[in-house]
């Protein structure tokens, strides 16, 4: 079974670790490791995207090391290729720190909701804070900055797309129907809310595909996913605050209808499978679960949920790097010149499609999937 992890909890210590040659299974930093790069994000970093990442940025700089190498021996003058037109013009590979042959870096991805993410960023633990949540950002980055307006926090940029997704019980096909955008997720919320406040009724025929229950399980973290889902709601003319749907009816604290789980995406998903659940979750970790499902995966389970709503603006979830100024070193900004240039994209573009055949994100500059997904 899944470990689950309460997404209130802030995680000070790195949740994978990526150096040449791929993972490091015991989270230990490399005794000879001159250079960390240090990243928090929440879901993103379960799909693998970050691995990917880390292992073509690696292959990168150590391309350039050694040619660098070659130059000084004077094996290379024809040959300089510095890899600068692969990453974002504000920094190119001459400055990296790791331009020493004999440098070990270390990439570290620390698991944090975008709120958390924002504290251990300045708390200095890590070097930038990938999140999803613009209003928390722009809360945060006014939070931290100097009296003269130089230096502090900063929004660098986007640096992919994820998409939300609206998922429910196969079992369910008949009593909700399927939609796109804002319109299809109004029309499901307000049919699971109905079918709370007003209980089916046995039809004559018995049809269990008609007579159950809906429903709704919910993050309940204030994470990025959970904010999203309120504003959802509200735009359904559902207040979360006040509707007793949302209120505990049980006694061990969950609502008959509306379940609440204080988890990351995949686990809530992995929860939503097993009790047969509506709940608000991306592509990429939908499509990660489905791979797990697969007949070559160790991880197989029975998939009992399918897509209901997604598409559209309101959907759209970009993932943006905060970054502290002043305190950030030179490698981390490579790092981020990187993921922001166009290798970088290009990796973002790509992830997913070797191993299924689909795209997980969407590259900054492009809202949607070109792909029929």
């Given at each position: 079974?899944?470990?689950?992890?309460?997404?209130?909890?802030?995680?000070?210590e790195?949740t994978?670790?990526?150096?040449?040659?791929g993972?490091?299974e015991?989270?230990?930093v490399?005794?000879?490791?001159?250079?960390?790069?240090?990243i928090?994000?929440?879901?993103?970093?379960?799909?693998?995207i970050?691995?990917?990442?880390?292992?073509d940025?690696?292959?990168?700089?150590?391309?350039?090391?050694?040619?660098?190498?070659?130059?000084?021996?004077?094996?290379?003058?024809?040959?300089?290729?510095?890899?600068?037109?692969?990453?974002?013009?504000?920094?190119?590979s001459?400055s990296?720190s790791?331009?020493?042959?004999?440098?070990?870096?270390?990439?570290?991805?620390?698991?944090?909701?975008?709120?958390?993410g924002?504290?251990?960023l300045?708390?200095?633990?890590?070097?930038?804070?990938?999140?999803?949540?613009?209003?928390?950002?722009?809360?945060?980055?006014?939070?931290?900055?100097?009296?003269?307006?130089?230096g502090?926090a900063?929004?660098?940029?986007?640096?992919?797309?994820?998409h939300?997704?609206?998922?429910?019980p196969?079992?369910a096909?008949?009593?909700?129907?399927?939609?796109?955008?804002?319109?299809?997720?109004?029309?499901?919320?307000?049919?699971?809310?109905?079918?709370?406040?007003?209980?089916?009724?046995?039809?004559?025929d018995?049809?269990?595909?008609?007579?159950?229950?809906?429903?709704?399980?919910?993050?309940?973290?204030?994470?990025?996913?959970?904010c999203?889902e309120?504003?959802?709601?509200?735009?359904?003319?559902?207040d979360?605050?006040?509707?007793?749907?949302?209120?505990?009816?049980?006694?061990?604290g969950?609502?008959?209808?509306?379940?609440?789980?204080?988890?990351?995406?995949?686990?809530?998903l992995?929860?939503?499978?097993?009790?047969?659940a509506?709940?608000?979750?991306?592509w990429?970790?939908?499509?990660?679960?489905c791979?797990?499902?697969?007949s070559?995966?160790?991880?197989?389970?029975?998939?009992?949920?399918?897509?209901?709503?997604?598409?559209?603006d309101?959907l759209?979830?970009?993932?943006h790097?905060?970054?502290?100024e002043d305190?950030m070193t030179?490698?981390?900004?490579?790092?981020?010149?990187?993921?922001?240039?166009?290798?970088?994209q290009?990796?973002?573009?790509?992830?997913?499609?070797?191993?299924?055949?689909?795209?997980?994100?969407?590259?900054?500059?492009?809202m949607?999937?070109?792909?029929?997904?």
């Amino acid at each position: 079974s899944r470990l689950m992890i309460d997404t209130n909890k802030i995680n000070t210590e790195p949740t994978e670790i990526y150096r040449e040659g791929g993972v490091d299974e015991d989270l230990s930093v490399h005794p000879r490791a001159t250079t960390s790069i240090r990243i928090s994000n929440g879901g993103a970093g379960g799909t693998g995207i970050f691995r990917a990442l880390a292992k073509d940025y690696l292959a990168m700089i150590t391309k350039t090391t050694t040619d660098q190498q070659h130059d000084k021996e004077g094996n290379n003058n024809n040959n300089n290729n510095n890899n600068d037109d692969d990453i974002a013009p504000s920094t190119s590979s001459s400055s990296l720190s790791s331009s020493s042959s004999s440098n070990i870096t270390n990439i570290m991805w620390y698991r944090n909701i975008s709120r958390n993410g924002h504290a251990v960023l300045a708390l200095g633990i890590v070097d930038m804070a990938l999140t999803y949540e613009r209003p928390q950002e722009q809360e945060f980055i006014a939070q931290h900055q100097h009296e003269d307006g130089k230096g502090g926090a900063k929004d660098a940029g986007c640096i992919f797309n994820d998409h939300f997704i609206i998922v429910g019980p196969k079992s369910a096909r008949e009593t909700v129907p399927k939609g796109n955008g804002l319109d299809g997720a109004i029309k499901l919320l307000q049919i699971v809310h109905h079918r709370h406040h007003h209980p089916y009724k046995q039809h004559e025929d018995n049809d269990s595909n008609n007579n159950h229950d809906l429903i709704f399980l919910s993050r309940f973290d204030r994470s990025a996913t959970h904010c999203k889902e309120n504003e959802l709601w509200q735009r359904a003319g559902i207040d979360p605050d006040t509707d007793s749907f949302f209120q505990s009816h049980h006694g061990d604290g969950t609502s008959s209808s509306y379940r609440k789980h204080q988890v990351f995406p995949a686990e809530a998903l992995q929860l939503s499978n097993d009790i047969g659940a509506f709940t608000v979750t991306d592509w990429a970790t939908w499509l990660n679960f489905c791979s797990s499902s697969s007949s070559t995966s160790s991880l197989q389970h029975d998939i009992t949920l399918e897509i209901y709503v997604r598409g559209g603006d309101i959907l759209l979830n970009p993932c943006h790097a905060i970054i502290m100024e002043d305190t950030m070193t030179s490698s981390a900004r490579h790092f981020l010149a990187y993921m922001l240039g166009p290798r970088g994209q290009g990796v973002i573009r790509d992830f997913g499609k070797e191993r299924l055949g689909k795209p997980f994100f969407t590259p900054a500059a492009q809202m949607d999937f070109k792909e029929d997904l």
